[in-house]
């Protein structure tokens, strides 16, 4: 352990600057509670889920090929397709954080907004053209840092799965851990499928400023 990172939580004091604004953004509102008895069954009660998303992923290979397509003609994304593949990365997301116990609840199956690890995007804009069609050459890069943090995002899992089963939440840093993961994931999700050209950024969290109260103004 360092003085710079003394623990697995990879959330920076917000010292250490504002992180930049992302097309791509992780909204977590968990407390961090897990019940034992879905904890200890979560890969068990996941299976709908994985054969769901296998599904699922085949209609949004098909749809990203059209999406291509359209904005190396029109220069934007078409909007319907955006929407599809926008919920897709939505669903990985949530499905993700369940089975590896960075979210408790167990997730829909559409990928609506709400579950407590979730996912927003911006609108659909323009985008380069040549960006759009050199997409996954130049994803190679993020997609091999992905596989890192996929890494990660299993041992966040096992680690957190004999947390949980034994004190009934998810420690601070090992859920803020696998968030970080969850984050990068739709972001490089979401450049290969062509919902932002803005390449995914791989800097961790920085902590949100605490308001000074009345006491710390007159301490």
Partial sequence: MTPTYPSSDPTLPHEAGAAPKLPIRLVVDDDRRRSRLTTFFRLFLAVPHIVW???WAVLASLAAIVQWLV?????????????FLAAYVRYQTHLGAYVW????????FVGARGYPIDVEI????RQSRWVAGFRLLLAIPAFILNSALNSLLLTVGVAGWF???AIGRM??????????????NAQVNGYALLLTDRYPFSGPPVEE????TLFDAWA
């Fill in 171 to 184: 420690p601070l840093g090992l859920r803020n851990a696998g968030a970080h993961a969850l984050h990068y």
């Fill in 101 to 108: 116990l960075v979210g408790n609840p167990f997730p829909g």
């Fill in 71 to 83: 904005t190396l003609v029109r220069g934007r994304p078409a909007a319907p397709l955006f929407r």
């Fill in 163 to 165: 947390a949980a089963l």
């Fill in 122 to 125: 911006d609108a659909p804009g």
């Fill in 53 to 55: 998303l296998f599904l």
């Fill in 209 to 212: 400023p605490v308001a000074p």
